[in-house]
């Protein structure tokens, strides 16, 4: 009997009235996993998503899906949690099996696509001692699904290696983040800063093993 799949379900909001840029729904979709992991640290699903049914690693799957303002009243009124940078929001939930259930699966996954602005976009103050910096790469085309998808694997995984300490400041501190696109050259200069590196399985959209997000 195959292993259920556990996936963390995120959506970004995709407002025509108020267009949220790629980097600031990537940045939202990353806060937006790991402030539900700090708002449901007893559910049940949080450990076979993480370490697999035999703990050899669950890949931290998530499936990004866009969504209407008032998908996210429904989604706000089923206890998703709400993060927003700019004018880009992002909810989520803990891991839950796969196909999804309620009003994230009648979210769609295609169509997940933000303008680009080409520069690095801030959460908060950047006068922190704790500051969580990720880095997407710009040249494998990835969509912005897909990207914020890469950007919460490495958000996540970033604030689960710090201390409690560290954790309790940064949360103190407003959880001060920012998220810059990176080419080639990008990824030679800022990327050996990198503390965590995120490589793709490859299931959509690009090769497998490629270097999708880092986090420092």
Known sequence: MPAVELIQPIAVLKDPE???THEDTCLAAALASITAWLAFPDDPMW???LHGPDGRGGGQGKSVRR???KDFRALENAGAVMVSVGTAQAAALAPTEYPLTGRM???QVSGTEFEHAGEPTVYGEM???KILHIGIDTV???STGKAAAQSA???LTWAMQLSHDELEDWIEDGFPSTLIPLDRDGWRTTATNATVVIRDA????ITPGSVTAVAW
Do not use: V, Y
């Not at 490859?202 to 959209?205: Q, R, S, V």
């Open 153 to 155: 694997h490495a958000g």
């Open 47 to 49: 450990g076979p998503w």
């Open 105 to 107: 699966k009648q979210l």
């Open 67 to 69: 969504g209407k303002p």
């Open 202 to 205: 490859g299931h959509t959209e």
């Open 140 to 142: 494998l085309g990835m």
């Open 18 to 20: 108020a267009l949220a």
């Open 127 to 129: 006068n922190s001692p």
